[in-house]
């Protein structure tokens, strides 16, 4: 069984900035073979994905994230991270990682809240 837990999240003001940590632990083997990803998931809606970085490091967004977040990750820590700048109330959401959207999903974390307000 592997085990997600994601930090970081919090409240912060239009503009801002926030990064965000997900830990694996548990029965992984080999975390830097996993593609892994970040989702989101805003009240009233569905996940959606954010963003992925692959095995080989290549990182992919969400149109509306673009040039905003970047995703990255620490292998020797099996942790993925998410920077997110110039944060708008559109991010409000509860984030988590996962394996990116093309492979099985492990269980879900809790997940961080982000919350963008004035």
């Known amino acids: 069984q592997v085990q997600l837990v994601e930090s970081g999240g919090g409240l912060v003001q239009p503009g801002g900035s926030l990064r965000l940590s997900c830990a694996a632990s548990g029965d992984i083997f080999r975390f830097m073979f996993y593609n892994m990803a970040w989702y989101r998931q805003a009240p009233g809606k569905q996940r959606e994905l954010v963003a992925t970085?692959?095995?080989?490091?290549?990182?992919t967004y969400a149109d509306s994230v673009k040039g905003r977040f970047t995703i990255s990750r620490d292998n020797a820590k099996n942790t993925v991270f998410l920077q997110m700048n110039s944060l708008q109330p559109e991010d409000t959401a509860v984030y988590y990682c996962?394996?990116?959207?093309?492979?099985?999903?492990?269980?879900w974390g809790q997940g961080t809240q982000v919350t963008v307000s004035s």
């Open positions: 996962n394996r990116g959207s093309d492979s099985l999903q492990w269980p």
């Open positions: 970085i692959t095995l080989a490091f290549t990182t």
